[in-house]
């Protein structure tokens, strides 16, 4: 576990149980155990309640307005799998539950997000809902009992898809919400999330809350970074492996963290205790939380390479959006520090 993460659980009064951790400690993998008994949906199952879950940290999603201006919120993640079927059971805290949407009313609502394409090759989608050419498939519960599957190819561009046989159940009781997704490992059609562990025991996935009685919707959600689920049956690639564990930033965030003044950054970005609100670019107060090393790195080095699609954050030419973003033109030390300061922003 991060001490970071640690940190926010224990800023959040929430209890922690020690994640599923791979070897070097990561607290980016949540195991699947294999059964021999369909997962039950009931999300008050002992045998739910049994596994240690992985602690994941959403946080507020601030790339796109509206978003929101929530605290970040731990939810916790256990999964089983059959030789058929593929289940998790999310748990998170809120203090009140909201079933019912209606006019000027939301309900709770919870979601994974799966790449349509991973395994060795691939790279990651944008985390908030993929990017052109690199699609995401959701599966979404909301607490009025709605269970759909939805796909989108970066944010503006969700689309319900047919049903796939996704079954979803939530239960609130005493400040806690606790969902089980359920669907068949194989799927038919296109934008689909498939999982078959004897080719790749490793699936990137995210998570996504929205507290309805904050007005919570859409954009306005709490996001967590990609995260890792492994598969206890099945194989998984050395070489995906390591693309899955995240490099340890190699400079200095309190460098980085003045360099972002005086390399213009927090011109056009809100950071944490930067005065000025600038909103020419997207608030990067959690950045590190949501974004990982690398996606950052190229962020930089390649502003329009995904371009985050904000209103004002880009223009088009040739039918092509430019990042309004400069790349990045400092050396290399300061390239390191200001990614450090990034990394440590959640
Ligand atoms: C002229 C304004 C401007 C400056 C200066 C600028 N940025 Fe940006 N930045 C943007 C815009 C606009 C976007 C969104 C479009 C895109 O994806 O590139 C962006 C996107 C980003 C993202 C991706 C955020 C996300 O939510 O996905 C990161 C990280 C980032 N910038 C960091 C930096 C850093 C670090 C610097 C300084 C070295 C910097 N920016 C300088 C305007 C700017």
Redesign the pocket.
């Given at each position: 576990m991060s001490r970071l993460l640690a940190a926010t659980a224990i800023a959040l009064g929430v209890a922690f149980v020690p994640s599923v951790s791979g070897a070097g400690g990561s607290e980016a993998f949540a195991l699947a155990k294999r059964v021999a008994a369909e997962p039950p949906l009931d999300p008050a199952s002992p045998v739910w309640l049994k596994l240690a879950p992985l602690a994941v940290a959403l946080y507020p999603q601030?790339?796109?307005a509206p978003g929101t201006d929530a605290k970040p919120l731990i939810a916790r993640v256990r999964a089983l799998h059959t030789t058929q079927t593929l289940a998790i059971h999310l748990e998170w805290r809120d203090r009140a539950a909201a079933r019912e949407p209606g006019i000027g009313r939301f309900a709770d609502a919870a979601a994974l997000q799966w790449p349509v394409d991973y395994g060795p090759g691939h790279a990651l989608p944008?985390v908030?809902m993929g990017h052109a050419s690199a699609p995401v498939a959701l599966w979404f519960w909301r607490a009025d009992g709605t269970a759909e599957t939805l796909a989108a190819e970066g944010f503006g561009t969700l689309t319900r898809q047919p049903p796939d046989g996704l079954q979803a159940r939530g239960q609130w009781k005493g400040g806690v919400w606790r969902a089980v997704f359920r669907r068949a490992l194989a799927a038919e059609g296109e934008h689909r999330a498939r999982f078959d562990p004897a080719r790749s025991a490793l699936v990137p996935f995210a998570l996504a809350i929205w507290n309805g009685e904050a007005g919570e919707r859409d954009g306005a959600k709490r996001l967590s970074a990609w995260k890792w689920l492994r598969f206890e049956k099945g194989s998984a690639d050395e070489a995906y492996a390591e693309q899955a564990s995240e490099p340890a930033p190699a400079g200095d965030a309190g460098r980085g963290k003045r360099?972002?003044s005086e390399?213009?950054?927090?011109?056009?970005?809100v950071f944490p205790g930067n005065p000025a609100q600038?909103r020419?670019?997207?608030?990067?107060t959690y950045?590190g939380g949501?974004?990982s090393y690398s996606?950052?790195a190229q962020?930089?080095a390649e502003?329009?390479r995904?371009?985050?699609?904000?209103k004002?954050?880009?223009a088009v030419q040739d039918g092509k959006r430019i990042?309004?973003?400069?790349p990045?033109d400092?050396g290399e030390a300061e390239r390191r520090d200001?990614l450090a300061?990034?990394k440590s922003l959640r």
């Open positions: 601030t790339s796109v944008y908030g360099l972002v390399k213009g950054c927090a011109a056009c970005h600038p020419i670019g997207p608030a990067l950045a949501i974004h996606y950052l962020s930089l502003p329009s995904i371009v985050v699609p904000g004002g954050y880009f990042s309004l973003m400069p990045f400092g200001i300061y990034l």
